[in-house]
T-cell receptor, first 115, second 119 residues
Framework: GAVVSQHPSWVICKSGTSVKIECRSLDFQATTMFWYRQFPKQSLMLMAT?????????EQGVEKDKFLINHASLTLSTLTVTSAHPEDSSFYIC???????????FGDGTRLSIL | AQKVTQAQTEISVVEKEDVTLDCVYETRDTTYYLFWYKQPPSGELVFLIRRNSFDEQNEISGRYSWNFQKSTSSFNFTITASQVVDSAVYFC????????????????FGTGTQLKVEL
């Protein structure tokens, strides 16, 4: 159990486009989901923590108007990169947790390339 | 502030060799969790282990073993008889814990160790 699906796996789009990434917990209800960003050969940096039905908590330095997070249900969270620019190109990965005493399980990630 | 240090950027071994990946952490919390994740070339993160700060017993799972030393703030990971399929980036991570049962909130990751296992 504890399968997390992320879609799309990769996306290439033009500068100025908004891109939506979905994160779904397939076989469990996730009270909390997390969004990370990873640059090539670097570690994962937490962008925001998302609790179902409430506003996401963003890490310092992450623009909430740039990276819109919606966690409308216990199995789905979305990250929308608005008006994406080449510097937004990165590997975005989500994770989901069943409850406060459970480890995070990660999706397969989304490779975003902005031209 | 929490910090995780993985001093080994890259390790190369020959198949069947044993290899230990180091992890040193810093935290002011008395209750915390430590994790190891594997990230193969495909990109997904695979959960390997979670260890509570109160439990210093070493753990073995097949060819994998973990050595938690609270006195040195280390949580090292050993792969015995390494295989080519073990080639990946391995991340050590730390999370705060809320009370005695909290599973932690934010994960602080180390910079990862790239393990290459060659034939």
């Amino acid at each position: 159990g504890a399968v997390v699906s992320q879609h799309p796996s990769w996306v290439i789009c033009k500068s100025g486009t908004s891109v939506k990434i979905e994160c779904r917990s397939l076989d469990f209800q996730a009270t909390t989901m997390f969004w990370y960003r990873q640059f090539p050969k670097q570690s994962l940096m937490l962008m925001a923590t998302s609790n179902e039905g409430s506003k996401a908590t963003y890490e310092q330095g992450v623009e909430k108007d740039k990276f819109l997070i919606n966690h409308a249900s216990l199995t789905l969270s979305t990250l929308t990169v608005t008006s994406a620019h080449p510097e937004d190109s990165s590997f975005y990965i989500c994770s989901a947790r069943k409850g406060s005493n459970q480890p995070q399980h990660f999706g397969d990630g989304t490779r975003l390339s902005i031209l | 502030a929490q910090k995780v240090t993985q001093a080994q950027t890259e390790i190369s071994v020959v198949e069947k060799e044993d290899v230990t990946l180091d992890c040193v952490y810093e935290t002011r919390d008395t209750t915390y969790y430590l994790f190891w994740y594997k990230q193969p070339p495909s990109g997904e993160l695979v959960f390997l282990i979670r260890r509570n700060s109160f439990d210093e017993q070493n753990e073995i799972s097949g060819r994998y073993s973990w050595n938690f030393q609270k006195s040195t703030s280390s949580f090292n990971f050993t792969i015995t008889a390494s295989q080519v399929v073990d080639s990946a980036v391995y991340f050590c991570a730390l999370s705060e814990a809320r009370g005695l049962t909290g599973g932690g909130n934010k994960l602080t990751f180390g910079t990862g160790t790239q393990l290459k296992v060659e034939l």
